[in-house]
């Protein structure tokens, strides 16, 4: 699930929709089939020649360089031939031999510089792919006594993440969460879910309480604030120092939740740094958790005591969502902003049986897509449920 499932997408669409379309290439040698054609049953004051460049045009991006050679040298040959067999070898002959082998020279130069251009946006794409699945890592079905699903969508449908983040970890005090959403878009936002989720990846696991954890994330993002990355130049020396960079500084925080599920998953702490409330789904019923909201993590220096945790007990069958503002702020053709809880507790009473994490999920997902099939922020939704007592 999560980034993960959205790169599979990526790549299976890019499968049934490849650029260009395998019926393109037949396009260039029947276009001159045609010329052809239309050469031979017009008058002879009527030249069609010309349409041969138009031939080689195509197959620039349909062939490799030999075969924009082989359409052009094609094209030259049959149009010498045919005029000569009509014997009316004259100045528009000349010209559009001169016209078509000249563009057949520099066709198949640009076809070269196409392919190199093509294998050098595979290559970065892919390492741009693994660097985001290595940010946002696939979520499993289970951790231990916890069972999870989630569902993960970039506002741009070309990008795999954008501003929202989330990470699950399993560590010494119990399986930990980050749902989280960066105020900030493009590259910015991409560089700060890589300091946050680093940052919480690490602290997780060396910190006995989440308040600690929060305060390891706020040192990074306020390293980041006061000592921003530099913009490469072409030469590699960076555009701007660190003190010149950039950006206003007060982009640099993220409202997130911080979970820590204890051993047999019945326990979960919740330290809300002011991310959206969790929803739990108990006995078919959708209700809001009740949290203690502090202020985003980056803004630390603003706090005036120490955030609280809140802890909450799951029974078997519960149900806890975090998710991001992204889900709740999708709107409608009218402008309706998507009413999660309200359409979660219908899905709820509809159902018959059981509700899984995955069930839930999905559903979310699609339901949010038909609510607003245009999305204008990144969308990020996690279920989490205790399994039950025994369970493999």
């Known amino acids: 699930m999560g980034a993960g499932r959205a790169a599979a997408e990526h790549r299976q669409w890019d499968e049934q929709h490849p650029w260009p379309p395998r019926w393109l290439r037949w396009v260039p040698p029947a276009l001159v089939v045609v010329t052809m054609l239309l050469d031979q049953v017009t008058p002879q004051r009527y030249f069609f020649g010309a349409l041969l460049s138009a031939s080689v045009v195509l197959a620039l991006f349909t062939y490799p360089p030999t075969g924009v050679l082989a359409v052009g040298a094609a094209g030259c040959v049959l149009l010498a031939v045919t005029q000569s067999i009509e014997d009316y070898v004259g100045p528009m002959t000349v010209v559009a ?26 290559r970065v794409q892919a390492v741009a792919e693994a660097v985001q699945l290595a940010l946002l890592r696939p979520l499993p ?19 795999l993440i954008g501003g929202d983040l989330y990470s699950v970890r399993p560590t010494p005090f119990g399986v930990r969460v980050i749902v989280g959403d960066v105020k900030g878009k493009g590259i910015g936002a991409t560089r700060t879910v890589a300091t946050v989720i680093s940052s919480f990846q690490e602290a997780a696991l060396l910190h006995p309480s989440l308040g600690e954890v ?107 969502i975090a998710y991001s503002d992204g889900v709740t702020e999708a709107r409608d053709s009218a402008g309706t902003f998507y009413p999660l809880r309200e359409r979660l507790q219908d899905h709820c009473s509809s159902s018959t049986g059981p509700i899984s994490p995955n069930a839930l999920v999905t559903f979310i997902e699609e339901d949010v897509a038909r609510w607003a099939p245009t999305l204008g922020d990144d969308l990020v939704a996690i279920a989490f449920q205790p399994a039950p007592s025994g369970d493999e």
């Open 214 to 320: 929060a305060e390891r994330i706020d040192l990074a993002l306020q390293l980041d604030r006061e000592s921003p990355p530099s913009e490469p130049m072409d030469d590699g020396r960076p555009a701007h120092t660190p003190a010149q960079a950039p950006g206003p500084a007060d982009e640099v925080f993220v409202t997130a939740v911080l979970l820590e599920f204890s051993a047999d998953a019945r326990v979960v702490r919740v330290l809300d740094r002011g991310h959206q409330p969790l929803l739990t789904v108990r006995h078919g019923t959708a209700s809001v958790a009740k949290g203690d909201h502090s202020l985003p993590l980056g803004m630390s220096d603003l706090l005036t005591a120490p955030p609280g945790t809140v802890t909450h007990t799951l029974d078997a069958g519960d149900i806890l």
């Open 141 to 159: 079905a289970r951790i231990g006594p916890l069972r999870l699903a989630g569902f993960y969508r970039a506002a741009d449908d070309e990008a």
């Open 97 to 122: 031999l001169t016209v078509l082998a000249t563009v057949t020279v520099l066709s198949a130069a640009l076809c070269v510089v196409r392919r190199r251009t093509e294998r050098r946006f595979h």
